[in-house]
């Protein structure tokens, strides 16, 4: 979170844990709100301001975490709904997203896994777009936009340059 901390989805347990990195301390993070309770979270990311991204795996939503606040709200889809439609907040639907990166200026990569896609959510807006991929649709092959082609992809990394690397299982 760039003051030291590590935050771990702790999937089993519907938790997200904080773990400062210089004493190995590890709480729970206490969250409150109308999205408090996560169902099978699987990743997260800071963004450096203060605020953390959880891909909420079983509840096919990104939530947004104030770290200050422990407020939790929902970003980017819905529980229940399940799919790959792009759309604003609660109308753009993911089916078990499982990996979360932030570029850093205000842009959340997803690895919506068992759509096969690879999304992008614009923070500010709350705005989903298939970055790369077609919903439903499954292969290993390269190419841009919809060309490309995943299989259950699961985690993202971006590098300092803006590239988005995909683990594809």
Do not use: C, M
């Amino acid at each position: 979170d760039g003051v030291g901390n590590l935050y771990v989805a702790d999937t089993g347990n519907d938790l997200i844990r904080k773990v400062v990195a210089a004493t190995g301390v590890v709480t729970t993070l206490a969250s409150t709100g109308p999205a408090a309770r996560f169902f099978a979270p699987t990743w997260v990311a800071a963004d450096g301001a203060g605020n953390l991204y959880v891909a909420d795996n079983y509840d096919h939503s990104i939530r947004k975490v104030v770290l200050a606040t422990s407020v939790v709200t929902a970003l980017a889809g819905i529980a229940g709904r399940l799919g790959g439609p792009d759309g604003t907040g609660p109308a753009a639907h993911f089916y078990h997203p499982e990996g979360v990166a932030g570029d850093g200026a205000g842009n959340l990569y997803v690895a919506d896994t068992y759509s096969h896609t690879v999304r992008k959510v614009v923070v500010a807006t709350a705005v989903v777009t298939t970055l790369a991929g077609t919903a439903g649709i499954v292969g290993g092959r390269d190419g841009t936009g919809p060309a490309a082609l995943f299989y259950y992809p699961r985690g993202l990394a971006l590098d300092s340059a803006g590239n988005l690397y995909v683990a594809d299982s």
